[in-house]
């Protein structure tokens, strides 16, 4: 997925000199914050993916930081101790190089479930969903993004081999290859349950946010 390719580019970054013996210690005397994870922004200062949030464990996150990779822009109030260094958990950390997000998504049942909103295009639910091919596959259509849509298992089932215009069934939105910037978009539209009040002014949902 798209913020999976994100992260690995990112975590790829050439470190940069620094005390990374410490790091290890550091981090397994504090195996019990597994709560505490870090909003990841790129260079510029956004979230590096909105759907799935991007997000670092902790001890990840803390690595970063000594590796010289990444900035604290905001901290948890709890901290991680070792006999040499007392620091507070980074909440929100901000990568020193940017990554280049590919200008389109790559193409998985995901990224298109998101791109028509986990909703079927034909009636609207976001029960039991699977894919259909708008032009059948037996009249020549392709399987790619401008012929492929969201459908319920049963608009799939009454559709059959037939276009939308054949089985009398109009199309809510029709299928486009979106961008990536199109994509996170949609993602904005799906908050996680739990969003840190420190990611306030870093993330674009108009939800309330929890503490």
Not at 17 to 42: E, F, K, Y
Not at 73 to 100: C, E, F, G, N, W
Not at 102 to 124: H, I, K, M, W
Request: with cysteine; charged share 20%; glycine share 4%.
């Amino acid at each position: 997925m798209l913020h999976q390719a994100l992260i690995e580019r990112a975590a790829a970054a050439r470190p940069h000199s620094g005390d990374s013996a410490a790091t290890p210690r550091l981090l397994a005397s504090n195996r019990h914050l597994d709560n505490c994870p870090a909003l990841v922004l790129n260079a510029d200062y956004t979230p590096l993916s909105y759907y799935p949030l991007s997000l670092w464990p902790w001890q990840t996150a803390i690595k970063a930081v000594f590796l010289e990779r990444v900035d604290i822009i905001a901290t948890y109030d709890r901290a991680v101790h070792s006999p040499s260094l007392d620091m507070k958990i980074p909440s929100v950390i901000a990568l020193r190089q940017y990554v280049k997000p590919s200008e389109f998504p790559a193409f998985t049942r995901f990224n298109l479930f998101l791109r028509d909103r986990f909703v079927c295009q034909y009636c609207g639910s976001g029960e039991h969903l699977t894919f259909d091919h708008v032009v059948p596959r037996r009249l020549g259509g392709r399987t790619t993004w401008e012929n492929v849509t969201t459908a319920c298992a049963p608009c799939n089932m009454a559709k059959g081999g037939r276009t939308p215009a054949q089985a009398h069934m109009r199309l809510m939105e029709e299928p486009i290859r979106p961008t990536t910037w199109q994509l996170q978009e949609k993602g904005r539209a799906f908050p996680p349950n739990h969003l840190h009040e420190s990611w306030r002014d870093w993330l674009y949902w108009d939800v309330e946010l929890e503490s």
